[in-house]
Each structure stands twice: as structure tokens, then as C-alpha cells.
């Protein structure tokens, strides 16, 4: 039972601190210095700086020792008053992908214009049917095969629900129907037409397997080959429906191996687990896997509920990424004491473990009143442990360094002092540099950012109190001899072994005594220089040529339909992969103007040499459908320069919606009040193939200057996919903010901590070699450059800061010689900074063994944060500073001991 001491008045610690100060003999000799100068303002202000912090920290240690079960009730009240914020707690759900590409972007604003005046979200499923070895479908049993796949769709149904209660219908003359792109839009025949069963609609696959029954195979390869048009006439883009076309006209010649099925399905893209649309799809893929294995072809399933899957799949990998957290724990609790009754440290392994958690909680408490929970978050819990272990590995080993003093509340507080300015440059470093990385444009990875840099700042609070508070009780268990978590039970005859019959300490002998003095021979010195610096030339080489790459098929679990889907894709349908769909909207204009019908006229001309669209050098040909077009060709308008009369322009116009085409596009026009027009859509698609993804963005302006030429007023192309060509254009500026801004932090940070420029500039060393060598190493080993690794770049600089400061801090806080304070302080800061390498290590070291994408990525990313973190904290920065390293703090042993 431990008992609160009394209260403790500012007398009591200016009587420890004078007591401890008149200890020290005055008359201890100076040790060694590099010189003798007196200290100019830089000098000064470091040995101020240094003074202060340590004087706050020993005053913190010296109050917590005196009341550490008070400290741990306030920081509970703490946590539960910062926990209350969990009421306002959200997750991204419902914000879709937008949480992944710019803010603020003018296709972002493009959208949205258009989606409040059309609301026509749609979802689609592909199938992808293959020959078997390769064989040709372009034949009557290849398209009827095809048919029976549509047949699935239309007979799955979910709940009561049925594929014509969800379907995208469409209307052309009188006739009704589910919307589907596919090569049997060639072989729709309105003689042939065959009703669903619900007597309205009109089933398409009845429809076309009456007609293609009719028909041999050299007329189905004529349909598809010959000039192929639409039963709505509109010219049929066979190359997006038709896999790997070769030959000529010599129908002998006309062969594919496969055909391409989009199924449309009403409902936005967002509907998600549970949603009609969602289990509708998920039973249709089902149904269509299960009819594969009866035809003599083989259908590959690419449903839209299956690529909201692949998000969530990317979690699997959570369970065995806290198993690894879970390992580090086991590993934690082993080390931080030395294992026998009395001196192991479980419990206080474990409070340094619950500290750690309630910073989660209180992180997720104070964030969610300003932000929601992203896909990203599912890392901030290996952040943490892997800052907080840190900072408790460091305050433990200075508070072992005290084992001469007597009086625990003064042990706790020299403790602190020593570990105090050591921790707060580390976290105040990673919390500013992820908060500034807080500016970047991309919601998920600035709301991460501010996430962290919160979550750090509470872990280093906690760690700095609570952890202290649970040391300083534990402390008074070893003081009684009483055993590691049966305190009640007191140990007769303690040993200095632990249970493998090792005495302790046993790491930081090694560093002392063979680490460090092998590593700071000239022999050694000049190798750990030249193989830095080779492989940074390596890793420059390697950084330059760095690309940015990311494959949407990485995404999904190897194996699954989808997967198989993208795999075929790439096979057969390569060449199409980069081409997307296109709107053009035009707003709110005097559609009637005949100065304007001119312009309209220009911009939908089909003819290269006078569209302004079908001149640009992006657009995919014959894919552009517009309404204006159909318009002028029904009211007989050949000439660019023909217009309707102003008077009579709406009188057409309704007298043309009608038609059989009219009713085709009437879901393309928006009409007010008035019944005058005041938006419309026209559509189009482009070919980025030529364009790396970083210069996607060309293609967009490109599209949107040829629009612009037409002067067609409030005209502008818009499409979802334009907001990846915006985030990919910016991805390298962003990478590069991010890792700029954390590095001046960086630096800036330690100089305000440390007030040595030179110092600041070496500690930097390891962060800049690290990320350098990172990249370089990303383009040797193939590793995607994309939104994930930036976010592990952004980790590096804050998890391999750690070990360069902790190193500085210790090499400037010790006496003596550049050499005798280089072994000081990889003496006294190693054993802490390799346990928490380990530690990290392990926690993601299980990663290994993960299956989705961005796990394998973590995995990848985190081996090198790790590898170049220490070896560039535990074995350059010592080089460094053993060669180049300012003076230290303290001149004499007894001014270190004040």
C-alpha cells in the first residue's frame, strides 16, 4: 500500500537544490575542453536554455515524487475531460474519395456546379469474358454466352429487390431500358423486342439473343468489325468493348478473344455494406462466378461493391499490425527492468503501455471536435507506442544513472531533469513537424498530420507525469525489496542477476566499452563516412529518377474476383486503361442566341479540322455524344453557321425531345422555371496513355483551353477522375512541403532547445541522410511513390529524429573531450535508443506477413526508418560529432552535477 506523502512547499525544493548544489566540491578540477575562450551570446544562450529546462524538469520530478498518486488521479481527469470529445467522434465514411484529392480545386468546384443540377449517380460492374486458351468470341456462341451473363444480372434479386428496380434506365423513342455498354449494343433490334416480366421495361439480353439466334457467325464478325453502329445510331467505340483486336477487312482475318460488359446501376458511389445497391451487386457476382463455371468461356467480375471492398480490405491487416504492438509490449516488459524478483519492471512497463493508451484516447478526444477519424489513422497507434516507449526507455535509464541518491522525490526530479530535455526535443520536434505538415492540401494526410502532431504532444505529456508518477511508486517497491507485480511479497535475499544469471547493465557496457570505442578509431570513422556518402550518391541517383506510380489494381486482395477482373484487364483491354470519360457542361447562357449557337456549333463539331473539341490533340475519336449535335442534325443544320430563328429556338427544341432521340437525351438537359435551358451535358472521353501520371494534369488543361477557344460562356469539361489528375500533379510539390517543412522544424526546434547552430545542423544530418536514402532506395527496390509513402516519409523524419537528437543531446550534456563526450553520451543514450529501435522493429516487423497493398508498403517503409534511424543516430551523428562537435554545456564534472 502506498501512502501520499505530505504536502511540499517551493522552500523544500530550493533546500534539495542547495543541499545538492554545496555536495559538489568547488574545487573539482575542469576536465578537458576543445577551448578556452570565453562563450559568445550563442554559447550563453545554450547553457541558459539547457539551465532552465533542467531546473523546470527537476521541479516537475521533485512535486510528482512527492505526490504520484495524485499526478496519476490528475492525469486520469485529464484524460476524461479530453475524452469528451469522443461525443463529437466521426470517421470518413460518407465523404468518399474526395478525402484523397485536393481541396479547393477547380474540378472539385466543376462538380459540384454540376451535380446541382444533375443527379443521375450511377454505379458500374464489369464483366470481362474470355475465350477459353484465347479461343474467338466474336462469334454466335461467344455473344450468346455474353447474353447469358446479362441474364444473371436481371434475374438476381436482393431482398425483394430486383435488377429493374435498381438499374440506370434510359429511353429511346418508346422504348424503356437498363442502360449496358457493351458489344450487344450492336445486335439491339426494335423488331426483335421481348418485354421483362414486369411488362415495362424492355429486357435487353431477350431482346438481343432473339436477334443474334438469327444470325451466323460471319455476320456477327461483319456487325461488330464493319463500321460498327449502335441500335440508337451512334458510332460504337469497339476498341472499349472488343479485347485485343488484330486483322483487317478479311472477315478470316476478325478475331478477339474477349468482350467488355459494363452494368450501370442506380446509386451513388458512397452506398456501402448494407444498401440495397451494395448486397444487389455482391449476389449478382455470385450469380455470374457460379455461371462461368457452366460456359465454355471464362467471366471475369468486376462489381462496384467489390472496389468499395478493396478500401475496407486494406484494415485486414490492423489485427496483425496490433499483434506485432502486442510482441513490442511483451518485448518492453522484458527490457525496461532486469529480469529477476525485485528488479524487473512488468508493472511499470505497463503503465508506460497504458500511458501510451491513454493519449490515444485522449488524441482521439480533443481531435474529433475539430476533425474526423481517416483511413490513415489506423497508424497513429504505432506512432505512438513507438514515441512513447522511446521517451520511457529514456527516463528510466537517467532515473537508473541516480541510484546514488537516497531520497526518492529528489532522485525522481535529477531524473527528469537529465531525461526531460532529451524527451521534450524529440517530441517537440515529430508533434510541430507533423502539425505544420498539417498545411498540405490533401484532407487524409493533412487531418492525419494534425492527429499525430496532438497525439504526440499528449503521449510526451503523459509519459512526462503519469509514467514518472507510476516510476517514482515503483522505485519505493525496489526500495523494500518487494517483488515486480506481487508487491505484497518481499524477497529475503535479492540478487544483482537476473534469471539467465547476467548482471545488468550488460547494454550499456557494450556500448561503453566496445560499441563506441570501435566506432570512433579513424579506420572506422572514415569508412561510416564513405559508405554514407556512397550511398547517398546512390540514393540521389535513384531519388532523381523517381516516378510516380500507383496501380488502382494494387489495391485488391490477390486472388479475389476483382483482382483476377484487373489481372485479364491488363491482358486484353491494356490499351484502353488509360482512357476516361468526360462531361462538358454548359450553364446558364441564351442557349437561343444565335451568336452563341454558332460558338456551340464549333465546340460539338465532330469535323477535327473545325471542332474545337475534336481537334484536341487528347480526345479519344468518335466518342463524343452531345445533345446540340443530335439538335441541329434533326432540325437539318449542316453548316457551322446555320442557326434555329431566336424566336422559335425553344419551339424546336421541344418539338425535337419528342423524337425517339429527343426522349434518348432529354436526362442531359436542366430546364428552369421558365422552361428555358439552363444547363446541359454532353460527353466525350479522352486518351491519356501518352502523359505520365504527374502530367495527367496536361490532358485536363488541354480539354479545358479547347473548350474555352469555342467561347461558348460557362462551358467547362468536368470529371471525377480530374481530381486524381489535380492530386497526382501535386504530389511531388507536396511530398517535398512536407519533408521541407519537418526538417526546418527540425531544425529550428532543436536550436530553440539547445541553442548550438552547429549542434542543430548535425542533428539534422540524420533526418536529411535518412529521407535521401529512403527515396534513393524506393526507386532501386520498386516501391510505389504515392500517397502512402509520402506519409511514411512524413513518419521518417519524426521517428528518426529521435535517435540523431537523443545522441546530440547526450554528447552535449556530457564532460570532457569531443571523444570522452561522443562515448558519454552513446553510453548513456544507446541501450534506451536501441530498445526502442526493437521495439519498432518488432511492432512492424510482423508486417511482413500482411496481404494488402499498403500494409506491404508500411512494412517496406518502416524496415528503412528504422535501419537508417539508427544508423544514422547510433553510428554517423557520433562520427560527426566526434570530429566537428561544438562544446558542451558544462566544463566540469560539478557543473554537470548542478
Known amino acids: 500500500m502506498v501512502v501520499e506523502p505530505e504536502e511540499v512547499s517551493a522552500s523544500d525544493i530550493k533546500k534539495v537544490t542547495s543541499a545538492s548544489l554545496s555536495s559538489e566540491d568547488d574545487n573539482t578540477p575542469k576536465r578537458s575542453v576543445e577551448k578556452n575562450a570565453s562563450p559568445d551570446f550563442l554559447a550563453r544562450l545554450?547553457?541558459?536554455?539547457?539551465?532552465?529546462?533542467?531546473?523546470?524538469?527537476?521541479?516537475?520530478?521533485?512535486?510528482?515524487?512527492?505526490?504520484?498518486?495524485?499526478?496519476?488521479?490528475?492525469?486520469?481527469?485529464?484524460?476524461?475531460?479530453?475524452?469528451?470529445?469522443?461525443?463529437?467522434?466521426?470517421?470518413?465514411?460518407?465523404?468518399?474519395?474526395?478525402?484523397?484529392?485536393?481541396?479547393?480545386?477547380?474540378?472539385?468546384?466543376?462538380?459540384?456546379?454540376?451535380?446541382?443540377?444533375?443527379?443521375?449517380?450511377?454505379?458500374?460492374?464489369?464483366?470481362?469474358?474470355?475465350?477459353?486458351?484465347?479461343?474467338d468470341v466474336a462469334t454466335q456462341e461467344g455473344v450468346l454466352e455474353l447474353i447469358s451473363i446479362l441474364e444473371v444480372f436481371e434475374e438476381t434479386s436482393w431482398e425483394g429487390y430486383g435488377y429493374y428496380d435498381l438499374?440506370?434506365?434510359?429511353?429511346?423513342?418508346?422504348?424503356?431500358?437498363?442502360?449496358v455498354n457493351s458489344v450487344l449494343n450492336v445486335f439491339f433490334d426494335e423488331e426483335y423486342v421481348v418485354y421483362a416480366d414486369d411488362g415495362t421495361n424492355v429486357s435487353f439480353s431477350r431482346t438481343t439473343r432473339a436477334k443474334v439466334s438469327t444470325l451466323t457467325d460471319e455476320?456477327?464478325?461483319?456487325?461488330?468489325?464493319?463500321?460498327?453502329?449502335?441500335?440508337?445510331?451512334?458510332?460504337?467505340?469497339?476498341?472499349?468493348?472488343?479485347?485485343?483486336?488484330?486483322?483487317?477487312?478479311?472477315?478470316?482475318?476478325?478475331?478477339?478473344?474477349?468482350?467488355?460488359?459494363?452494368?450501370?446501376?442506380?446509386?451513388?458511389?458512397?452506398?456501402?455494406?448494407?444498401?440495397?445497391?451494395?448486397?444487389?451487386?455482391?449476389?449478382?457476382?455470385?450469380?455470374?462466378?457460379?455461371?462461368?463455371?457452366?460456359?465454355?468461356?471464362?467471366?471475369?467480375?468486376?462489381?462496384?461493391?467489390?472496389?468499395?471492398?478493396?478500401?475496407?480490405?486494406?484494415?485486414?491487416?490492423?489485427?496483425?499490425?496490433?499483434?506485432?504492438?502486442?510482441?513490442?509490449?511483451?518485448?518492453?516488459?522484458?527490457?525496461?527492468?532486469?529480469?529477476?524478483?525485485?528488479?524487473?519492471?512488468?508493472?511499470?512497463?505497463?503503465?508506460?503501455?497504458?500511458?501510451?493508451?491513454?493519449?490515444?484516447?485522449?488524441?482521439?478526444g480533443v481531435c474529433s471536435l475539430i476533425s474526423w477519424y481517416g483511413p490513415v489513422h489506423q497508424l497513429l497507434p504505432l506512432l505512438l507506442v513507438a514515441i512513447g516507449i522511446d521517451d520511457a526507455y529514456v527516463i528510466v535509464t537517467a532515473f537508473d544513472e541516480t541510484s546514488d541518491i537516497s531520497d526518492t522525490p529528489e532522485r525522481v526530479g535529477r531524473a527528469l531533469s537529465r531525461a526531460g530535455a532529451a524527451i521534450t526535443v524529440t517530441s517537440c520536434t515529430n508533434s510541430f513537424a507533423f502539425l505544420m505538415g498539417g498545411t498540405t492540401q490533401i484532407p487524409a494526410m493533412r487531418w492525419f498530420a494534425i492527429w499525430a502532431g496532438v497525439g504526440i504532444f499528449l503521449d510526451f505529456l503523459l509519459q512526462a507525469t503519469f509514467f514518472v508518477a507510476c516510476?517514482?511508486?515503483?522505485?519505493?517497491?525496489?526500495?523494500?525489496?518487494?517483488?515486480?507485480?506481487?508487491?505484497?511479497?518481499?524477497?529475503?535475499?535479492?540478487?544483482?542477476?537476473?534469471?539467465?544469471?547476467?548482471?545488468?547493465?550488460?547494454?550499456?557496457?557494450?556500448?561503453?566499452?566496445?560499441?563506441?570505442?570501435?566506432?570512433?578509431?579513424?579506420?572506422?570513422?572514415?569508412?561510416?563516412?564513405?559508405?554514407?556518402?556512397?550511398?547517398?550518391?546512390?540514393?540521389?541517383?535513384?531519388?532523381?529518377?523517381l516516378e510516380l506510380t500507383f496501380q488502382d489494381d494494387a489495391l485488391f486482395k490477390e486472388g479475389s474476383p476483382i483482382a483476377e477482373y484487373w489481372d485479364v484487364q491488363e491482358v486484353y483491354f491494356a490499351e484502353t486503361s488509360n482512357i476516361f470519360p468526360v462531361e462538358v457542361f454548359t450553364g446558364q447562357l441564351d442557349y437561343a442566341n444565335e451568336n452563341n449557337q454558332r460558338k456551340m456549333s464549333i465546340l460539338f463539331e465532330s469535323d477535327p479540322e473545325i471542332g474545337a473539341?475534336?481537334?484536341?490533340?487528347?480526345?479519344?475519336?468518335?466518342?463524343?455524344?452531345?445533345?446540340?449535335?443530335?439538335?441541329?442534325?434533326?432540325?437539318?443544320?449542316?453548316?457551322?453557321?446555320?442557326?434555329?430563328?431566336?424566336?422559335?429556338?425553344?419551339?424546336?427544341?421541344?418539338?425535337?425531345?419528342?423524337?425517339?432521340?429527343?426522349?434518348?437525351i432529354k436526362d442531359s438537359l436542366a430546364f428552369g422555371e421558365d422552361q428555358k435551358l439552363v444547363a446541359t451535358l454532353s460527353y466525350l472521353a479522352i486518351d491519356t496513355s501518352s502523359e505520365d501520371l504527374d502530367m495527367r494534369i496536361d490532358v485536363k488543361n488541354s480539354i479545358e483551353e479547347s473548350i474555352d477557344s469555342a467561347g461558348v460562356p460557362n462551358s467547362f469539361p468536368v470529371s471525377r477522375f480530374f481530381l486524381w489528375f489535380e492530386r497526382d500533379a501535386i504530389l511531388y510539390q507536396e511530398a517535398l512541403q512536407i519533408l521541407l517543412i519537418a526538417l526546418a522544424v527540425v531544425f529550428v526546434v532543436t536550436f530553440l532547445m539547445i541553442g548550438n547552430v552547429r549542434a542543430s545542423a548535425i542533428t539534422l544530418l540524420g533526418p536529411c541522410f535518412s529521407v535521401i536514402d529512403m527515396l534513393g532506395l524506393m526507386y532501386y527496390f520498386s516501391i510505389d511513390f504515392n500517397t502512402v509513402t509520402i506519409i511514411c516519409l512524413a513518419l521518417s523524419v519524426g521517428l528518426t529524429i529521435d535517435f540523431s537528437s537523443h545522441i546530440t543531446i547526450g554528447f552535449m550534456s556530457s564532460v570532457g573531450s569531443?571523444?570522452?563526450?561522443?562515448?558519454?553520451?552513446?553510453?548513456?543514450?544507446?541501450?534506451?535508443?536501441?530498445?526502442?529501435?526493437?521495439?519498432?522493429?518488432?511492432?512492424?516487423?510482423?508486417?511482413?506477413?500482411?496481404?494488402?497493398?499498403?500494409?506491404?508498403?508500411?512494412?517496406?517503409?518502416?524496415?528503412?526508418?528504422?535501419?537508417?534511424?539508427?544508423?544514422?543516430?547510433?553510428?554517423?551523428?557520433?562520427?560527426?560529432?566526434?570530429?566537428?562537435?561544438?562544446?558542451?554545456?558544462?566544463?566540469?564534472d560539478g557543473d554537470f552535477k548542478e
Open 471 to 545: 516510476l517514482t511508486i515503483d522505485s519505493r517497491r525496489q526500495k523494500h525489496d518487494r517483488r515486480d507485480l506481487f508487491c505484497c511479497s518481499v524477497v529475503k535475499n535479492r540478487s544483482t542477476k537476473n534469471i539467465f544469471g547476467f548482471e545488468n547493465f550488460g547494454l550499456k557496457r557494450f556500448f561503453k566499452n566496445t560499441f563506441a570505442p570501435i566506432l570512433l578509431k579513424k579506420v572506422t570513422a572514415f569508412f561510416v563516412i564513405g559508405l554514407t556518402f556512397a550511398l547517398f550518391g546512390i540514393s540521389i541517383s535513384g531519388t532523381v529518377s
Open 167 to 179: 438499374c440506370n434506365t434510359a429511353a429511346y423513342g418508346d422504348i424503356t431500358y437498363c442502360v
Open 613 to 664: 473539341i475534336s481537334s484536341d490533340p487528347f480526345y479519344k475519336q468518335n466518342t463524343l455524344n452531345s445533345w446540340y449535335s443530335l439538335f441541329r442534325e434533326w432540325g437539318n443544320l449542316t453548316d457551322p453557321t446555320d442557326v434555329f430563328p431566336y424566336d422559335s429556338y425553344y419551339e424546336e427544341l421541344s418539338k425535337f425531345l419528342l423524337t425517339e432521340v429527343g426522349i434518348s
Open 818 to 892: 569531443r571523444y570522452e563526450r561522443v562515448c558519454g553520451g552513446l553510453t548513456h543514450l544507446g541501450p534506451p535508443l536501441t530498445h526502442a529501435g526493437i521495439t519498432t522493429f518488432i511492432a512492424t516487423g510482423i508486417l511482413v506477413f500482411s496481404t494488402t497493398y499498403v500494409f506491404k508498403l508500411f512494412f517496406k517503409m518502416f524496415m528503412m526508418i528504422i535501419a537508417f534511424g539508427m544508423f544514422h543516430g547510433l553510428v554517423l551523428v557520433p562520427v560527426i560529432l566526434w570530429k566537428f562537435g561544438p562544446d558542451g554545456f558544462f566544463e566540469r
Open 219 to 364: 455476320e456477327i464478325k461483319t456487325a461488330i468489325f464493319d463500321s460498327a453502329i449502335t441500335w440508337t445510331n451512334d458510332p460504337f467505340t469497339t476498341d472499349l468493348f472488343v479485347g485485343e483486336l488484330s486483322g483487317s477487312n478479311g472477315l478470316n482475318e476478325r478475331y478477339t478473344p474477349a468482350f467488355r460488359m459494363n452494368v450501370l446501376i442506380n446509386g451513388s458511389p458512397s452506398d456501402s455494406t448494407g444498401s440495397k445497391e451494395y448486397e444487389f451487386e455482391k449476389v449478382a457476382e455470385k450469380n455470374v462466378l457460379d455461371l462461368s463455371d457452366q460456359l465454355s468461356s471464362t467471366a471475369y467480375v468486376n462489381i462496384f461493391a467489390a472496389q468499395q471492398d478493396s478500401g475496407a480490405d486494406q484494415a485486414d491487416d490492423v489485427p496483425l499490425l496490433l499483434f506485432g504492438i502486442m510482441l513490442a509490449i511483451i518485448y518492453v516488459c522484458m527490457t525496461m527492468g532486469h529480469l529477476n524478483s525485485v528488479d524487473s519492471r512488468v508493472g511499470l512497463a505497463i503503465a508506460a503501455v497504458v500511458g501510451i493508451l491513454l493519449a490515444y484516447v485522449a488524441m482521439i
Open 46 to 135: 545554450s547553457k541558459k536554455l539547457d539551465n532552465t529546462s533542467r531546473t523546470l524538469f527537476f521541479r516537475l520530478g521533485y512535486w510528482i515524487g512527492k505526490r504520484p498518486l495524485r499526478t496519476i488521479a490528475l492525469s486520469f481527469i485529464g484524460v476524461a475531460i479530453a475524452s469528451l470529445g469522443l461525443f463529437n467522434y466521426e470517421n470518413n465514411d460518407g465523404r468518399g474519395q474526395r478525402i484523397w484529392v485536393p481541396e479547393g480545386t477547380s474540378s472539385g468546384e466543376n462538380l459540384d456546379t454540376r451535380d446541382e443540377y444533375f443527379d443521375d449517380s450511377f454505379r458500374i460492374s464489369q464483366v470481362i469474358l474470355v475465350g477459353k486458351d484465347d479461343a
